[in-house]
């Protein structure tokens, strides 16, 4: 039998939780390790957050998105030597860091420092220029990209597109009142459904430029080398393969739009049979069910999870 052409997925955030990791730190040695490393090094017991809460810290940005990394790194840490090999990786927004790590581009403690930094400037820009986002769905994806160019037009502001997650499922980010004028106006464009989004800022848009100075300085100092195997960009949605490359569009991806479905059907044509999708949830998976039909996915985060690999 053919061995599969295995990808690595990781989410984003929204998929944080309170108990998220903590049967996993249980169960695991390995995975526990994880978790203890990541304590050692943020200045407050990230572990703690995960396990216990309360949930209206865990979602702050700059803490859901260390949670949500150090959660799919301790389950790679776990299924590493039962996977196989691994050819191709790619992360949902802040799962690209996660990618980047499980090819070897940066280190764990690095890219656990870049996060948590990452998280704090995030939630800074939405400060500074408030902002909001929104899930319009059944609407495809040059409807929502023309929608959102005539409303910027006006004078709400600007509202653009920021997740291409699947046919029909585009979320919109940008001001306050821009994507409520996108929402109010949706329907009639053919949305079948719009959903406001509980988020801190407008994310993967113009709103957080004043971000990306700061980790791009950050990063500067940072060690990337070439990773072992190609990671998808969600800026370009093509493969890189270069440490310089990763550093440059991990700081684009702050204002650019995540190109998830081209992502995974780039991946797709570069002969994936096998997606394996590492953190809490299946969010990823489910979008698979539109961008890879017929692809294998499994999700892994939890214990249960994890025994179908035995």
Not at 3 to 18: M, R, T
Not at 61 to 66: E, F, L, V, Y
Not at 119 to 147: C, F, K, Q, T, Y
Request: net charge negative; glycine share 8%; hydrophobic share 45%.
């Amino acid at each position: 039998m053919t061995a599969p052409v295995q990808a690595l997925l990781f989410p984003g955030q929204g998929s944080q939780k309170v108990t998220m990791g903590a049967a996993l730190a249980r169960d695991f040695p390995e995975a526990a390790a994880v978790f203890r490393e990541a304590d050692d090094i943020l200045p407050f017991p990230l572990s703690r957050l995960m396990w216990e809460g309360p949930e209206e810290k865990l979602v702050l940005t700059r803490n859901a998105q260390p949670a949500l990394f150090v959660h799919s790194m301790a389950v790679l840490r776990v299924v590493r030597s039962r996977i196989g090999p691994v050819a191709m990786a790619a992360g949902h927004s802040l799962g690209e860091f996660s990618a980047h790590v499980a090819a070897g581009t940066l280190s764990f403690p690095d890219a656990l420092e870049a996060v948590r930094l990452r998280g704090e400037l995030m939630n800074h820009a939405g400060r500074i220029r408030p902002g909001a986002m929104a899930a319009v769905l059944g609407m495809d994806d040059e409807a929502v990209e023309s929608l959102c160019s005539e409303i910027s037009t006006g004078n709400d502001g600007v509202v653009v597109p920021a997740n291409f997650n699947s046919p029909g499922q585009v979320v919109i980010s940008g001001d306050v009142a821009a994507v409520a004028a996108a929402t109010a106006v949706a329907p009639d464009r053919g949305a079948r459904k719009v959903v406001p989004l509980a988020v801190s800022g407008a994310f993967h848009s113009p709103l957080m430029a004043p971000a990306e100075d700061g980790l791009s300085a950050h990063l500067a100092n940072v060690t990337f080398v070439d990773p072992n195997f190609p990671v998808y960009s969600n800026v370009t949605a093509e493969a890189v393969t270069t440490g310089d490359e990763a550093r440059k569009l991990l700081v684009r991806q702050l204002t650019s739009p995540v190109r998830w479905s081209s992502v995974i059907s780039n991946m797709v044509q570069a002969g994936v049979t096998r997606f394996i999708e590492l953190g809490p949830g299946n969010v990823l998976a489910g979008l698979n069910r539109r961008n890879a039909r017929g692809i294998d996915t499994i999700s892994l985060g939890e214990p249960d999870d994890l025994s179908t690999l035995d």
